[in-house]
């Protein structure tokens, strides 16, 4: 039972890395991508470079990498999934009503099938 609950510990252990990398690999392709929100505001030429500098810091984007890491980290934890500023709400209740549609069928009921049409005994791969 000891080599059972190591081998648990391992894999729970090696998950957690797996999915702070993952995290941290998404964090970063969007936060490192050229432009945001408000860069497509600097060409109004109504709209101040003191407001930009504004709203910038209100959301938090002229602080340092690690730091916006660690707060979307947190407020991800929380369940909080950011604010859209297209639509002015939080994001959450956007993704819900399309959730359905994203994932209109669990892969979990194919599977037995897949394997027991493809993975039967004594039949030759690749035919």
Known sequence: MDTLLGWLARRALHGLFVLFGVS???FLLV?????????????DPRISEATLRTLRARHGLDRPLPERYARWAASLAR????????????????LWPRGPAA????????APATYTR???PGR???R
């Open 79 to 94: 369940g909080e999934l950011g604010y859209s500023f297209a639509y002015g709400s939080p994001v959450a209740p956007l």
């Open 118 to 120: 493809r993975n039967r």
């Open 31 to 43: 936060e490192l991508a050229p432009g945001d929100f408000f860069a497509e505001m600097r060409l």
């Open 24 to 26: 941290v690999l998404s």
């Open 103 to 110: 994932c209109p069928r669990p892969a979990a009921p194919r």
């Open 124 to 126: 030759l791969a690749g």
